[in-house]
């Protein structure tokens, strides 16, 4: 393979912004830091704050918790009219570039992170080279550092590039907690956009591939089970208590038990979940934070429909109440032909890719398929694309990282079709 | 009845205490505002920091939690001197009065508070009444703030009274875990003793109520189990995960499902669960913190057996590790016939005390019991009283409170008993 | 110990009995051995059928069941007549004997045998002795063949001494599934009875010990659980089935885990659960036969109420319907204590009585305490006595048996028992 | 569509069959009556009995079992001297017709029928029209009732036509149970075989079409587990009881729970459960009679693995022993795409038939994968051809029932194919 460099620049950036791992809608340090390169560029609007997103934001941390992560930035640096503008978590910002007649081209990319403790053994290059997460427990593993990064690099290349018509670059918050794709396409930000473009770094695909259109994406609907009992001292009067994290241990076990399905595939995620105070106080309340997925809404709905029943009757059988709220949701989408061919054709030609993959299913969830759906119903064209990094780690682990080369295909992949659409259209 | 009244200093250190909840070794407001008390009276010693504690201590709280706790009772007026002796978390005080020659009577009051969220109703007294806990997510939820002032109450009657020997007044931290009492007793601080009294308020006995002694202790062990799988993207990689989660529900699910024993009362608890960090990752890690108790430490050791097949049982069923460490402990003890009736008879001539019941069991644990032991096993004698009160809500419930005349009650009845204890000596 | 040995009519027919263990419902050899006994004794009445039984039998097995447990009788020697009477599963029988003016006492004895496979080593006698069961899969496991023939000998005692006044000996049916009792008692059998004798052997007491009066039995109630899914095809289809075997799962884990209760023991079991069909097919049936317990009714009902929930709630978590049918119940009761005391004083001087406890705590459920409180609301005066004997195994074990020279002992203490009661009422 | 009859002698025997459905290694009566048709055609070779059956036969249902499931068949009519030769249930049978020169084509049809009680109202044909199951309890129930008489049908087409070659008509028992399929493969019957075809009626396709070549089985392994604890008297002694039954709960809540796979589809099945003898008894044993499946025999190795594992750590919790035994087992195998096209060529000129479908995955499993494989391992081909008919339950069900009119397609089309093969071969 040829050999592919990353301009110290972008590898600088993305450095950077893995040092600084934000979990979803308390992106406060990067976004302001993004902010930063984009008033040094050349572009002619710049929008952040709640103007880029909808009335219906979900799963917004409590506002201890969003102060913390604003005050955490403003210490690293982020200025305070920025962190102002943004307010109580309305993070992301998208840039946007006038070049004449010519096409609504559209690239998104995430830029949350995970609740999720780095690696810090020598065998993990982010520990060795000395840009771990600098705040503990949190991490960049899902490369949405490489995403951000390849974002910024792509707009440079429109920049300095022949590009006529409108290009847009959305740097979108709270993938992870498949919130804010909703939240900006609710805003109106890509209802104009004629080609809509979303990557993934990684996903399994090794440095060199690259998938010019993946499908196939797991619907998805993340919620939240409440339960609440009664409390009572745990020696003395035991059947005073109405044990809530019975219910939930109850509710844990038969959820992973929902039956398979035979029409597609399914999943079930008890992700994070907690109840009780102390070891002598009968527990009076316990929480479940989970998931449910299909290939098809109809598979996530399916399965969402069994869920309710378990939550319900687990909090029945401990005398419990329970409470589910529905956080986030993602519908499936697809990638369409025509643009996927002509992501085919640029990677083809594109330095460092050695194969190109049509087609592939995601087997998780993206909320970029809110912004595809939206683009689509109105006549617009959408595709997500794959480009391939060696992860040592799966991703959501401990030990993702990428291969910092991928990020220059990256680049020069997304850049190039953004000039063939435009010159497409030209013709 | 006639009418008993608290006189106010003591009620306003009841209520002050109320006021500064602090849990399980981290009662330094509580500790350094009792020594100042102590400071202002005649007493011969003081002693208090790693001197009044075995080598032992369990359960202690990681050093993030003390310095927060340290700091919020430095904030709240306790002398920088006071707590720099009192170190990490080596909380509670001895005060010793000698009074020439007579027996060694030594009073144990405990000082700890609860993780629990206070009522704040106006029927709630504390709450009507303005001293309502500051600390949210804490209360005095046990009554231990009128222990540690009954504690005080006496000491004012030994001083002033006729009393002939030596008198210990002990205040202990951390009862509600199960740590301090085993901890106060390897210092050695009750070695000499010739009789010893705890005394606990409310127990579902009614203001006017006193048990002269109380019996059938519940042993008790308390752990925690923690859980380490697996982590994987739930939606892409589910197979790649081994879910603590699940294993830590199947847990839960059959701790609790221990066969009764027709031997007598046994329990079991998960009272603090958790695990996991976001819905869409497949639990990595989980931890229960539990119990278990018997009416006889045979019980007790019968579900810790049962308990810890469940626990690795569980485990393995989702190829999880489980490592069980066990944090408190306390035995069964009983109240010494001598001294029983000795409170049987005081009591009958106690104003406000309407009716003496000679025995009740605890249903609950105590870890006096290892005070108690420690006294027996020397020779010594000991008794556990109860002091009746009508408390609203129950033990360990948010509107758990009691009537403060009964503070008074609690007074007069232990410092007739030590009264009584060094008179019947000089006979 | 005295030699006390059995008389060889009475070890055969113990023996014979042995070898065609019955179970409850289905005594029709049992009861027509027991009619021929009695047939050939100088018996005034001899009543049996439905004219010895309450309209509402409960727990009755099916037609098939009982028409096969008649016909292993009618082979096994049991002439049509008497089964023809006894008809429908109507066993037991009641034998009257007239002696003049006197007191009316009533011993019941119960006749009905476990569904437990007996053990066939060497060292169990039964094996060994060859007189092990010969129906595969039941067993006289608690001793009920030896009651039936303690009350037997009893009646000989009274045909032969002074008795004066009336007699009535109950051979009663189906005490395992608590349904006899109920039955008899409600045909107004006892209703003139002015001493009622129940007795059991064993329970943990060794040879030689006698319990004047048991208190403290556990109030029970039995009950079917009936869950109701969709079935499906187990590949094919998964997602069509509403399985009712994990219901019926969920339902167990959870109904051992119902909160133990600080006033006083209880029990719950799943004794025997069932469902489904095939390896291949999602089940759509499912049941679970238990029962739960209480140190008294009100206990009882907290762990009925409790265990409806968590049927309920555990049909709700996979769509299923439960459908939970009361099948036996049997109330708390005492011992009187003046019939106590004559028991004591008799067995005091009894040949092989070596220690007389006054009380114990049966720690199990018994449907006599139906006959008892039914005697006792009409003024009479009840006793429940424990004959001691050294069993291999315990109740309800493959390897129970009983020392047969305690059946000896059992004959002659209840015999002078009743011969004092009219003794005492002639003075 | 064109009218389809079925002629009336098919439709007879159909519904003779469907009266008698005969479980997995029972199909006594079915293989006799077979016989009696096979005998009264011009067959050159009739096999039956051990010659037909490896060594290693797996999952035969006890000699009980058998016993009385012969005697039914003897009540029915079948010749003593059949069922000496079929002896201890090795069922099935296999005709061979020898038309000279020309290639070996093997049918094979499954015979046996389930334990699934047949819907009896109006609306269920065989019940309205008189032929519904006469034993209770059993039910052909996935149409093998059908497959048998297109065999039959195929026969008579063969030996009425030009057919030059040796046919083979193999009429497997246990499929159900996969365990017929392996044991015929062993006994090297389909060894000399260069075409194979196998078939299935319904499948969720309706009347008038056909799948040219199911693909995809799912692997699958059967197992039966037992869990050995020890019993003990419910009330009194449960402290004394390893729970079984328990065990099994936890064990069937947790292999529903085996995490989804990424790779492809999988299955769990607690299918038929049981437990424990009387309520009043701390079961002793238990079992479960299971399933797993995986698209691929990987995937299947998957669930196998965690399925061992989750019953291991179930019955270590309760203290229970228990063994794992694997019954039943099919691999993968895919339909030749060169018979495929013949089949395809055949049904689209075959009446009744108005549409093809070239490939579907069968979603579930089936043991013809055994003789497929042992064909094509000596090259031949095979292929499992797909006969719709609109069904008004689903299979497994107990309303499934099939459109007779679509067993004279299924005849019309495989003795086309037959006859297609044998022309082929000649040209």
Excluded at 166 to 193: C, H, N, R, Y
């Amino acid at each position: 393979m040829p050999e592919t460099n990353l301009a110290d620049t972008y590898r600088d950036l993305r450095r950077e912004l893995h040092r600084h791992p934000e979990p979803a809608w308390c992106e406060f340090y990067t976004t302001a830091r993004l902010i930063d390169e984009l008033e040094q560029r050349e572009v002619d609007e710049l929008r952040y704050g709640p103007e880029i997103h909808g009335d219906a934001r979900r799963n917004i941390p409590d506002t201890a918790t969003l102060s913390e992560w604003r005050e955490r930035a403003r210490e690293a640096g982020a200025p305070d009219a920025v962190l102002d503008h943004i307010g109580e978590g309305y993070t992301g910002v998208v840039a946007v570039v006038n070049r004449g007649e010519g096409p609504t081209v559209a690239l998104r990319v995430d830029i949350d992170a995970l609740p999720i403790t780095e690696a810090d053994g020598d065998d993990h290059h982010p520990a060795a080279a000395g840009f771990r997460s600098t705040t503990e427990g949190y991490m960049h593993a899902c490369g949405h550092d490489a995403h951000a990064t390849i974002g910024l690099g792509v707009l440079d290349r429109v920049l300095d590039g022949e590009f006529a018509g409108t290009f847009k670059l959305i740097f979108q918050p709270a993938e992870e907690t498949i919130a804010g794709g909703q939240s900006i396409a609710e805003s109106g930000v890509v209802d104009d956009v004629d080609s809509f473009l979303a990557l993934h770094i990684g996903l399994d695909h090794p440095s060199g591939e690259v998938v010019a259109g993946i499908d196939e994406f797991l619907a998805v609907r993340q919620f939240e089970a409440t339960f609440e009992g009664e409390s009572a001292h745990a020696g003395a009067r035991p059947e005073d208590g109405d044990n809530a994290v019975q219910a939930m241990a109850a509710a844990v076990q038969n959820l992973y038990g929902i039956p398979r399905n035979s029409a597609g595939g399914t999943r079930v995620n008890a992700g994070r979940v907690g109840g009780g105070t102390a070891s002598n106080i009968v527990p009076e309340e316990a929480f479940i934070d989970g998931e449910v997925r299909g290939e098809t809404t109809h598979l996530m709905e399916y399965m969402w429909k069994r869920a309710e029943r378990v939550l319900s009757g687990a909090a029945t059988m401990h005398s419990c109440e329970v409470d589910i709220e529905r956080l986030g949701d993602a519908p499936s989408a697809h990638s369409d032909a025509v643009l996927v061919d002509i992501v085919d054709r640029v990677a083809r030609r594109t330095a460092g890719v050695e194969s190109v993959v049509d087609h592939d299913s995601l087997g998780g969830s993206e909320d970029a398929t809110y912004l595809m759906q939206r683009v689509q119903q109105r006549g617009g064209l959408a595709a997500y694309v794959g480009v391939g990094t060696n992860h040592p780690g799966g991703h959501h682990t401990p030990t993702f990282d990428v291969d910092e080369r991928d990020i220059a295909v990256g680049i020069d992949l997304i850049a190039g079709v953004v000039a063939d659409l435009a010159a497409d259209e030209s013709e």
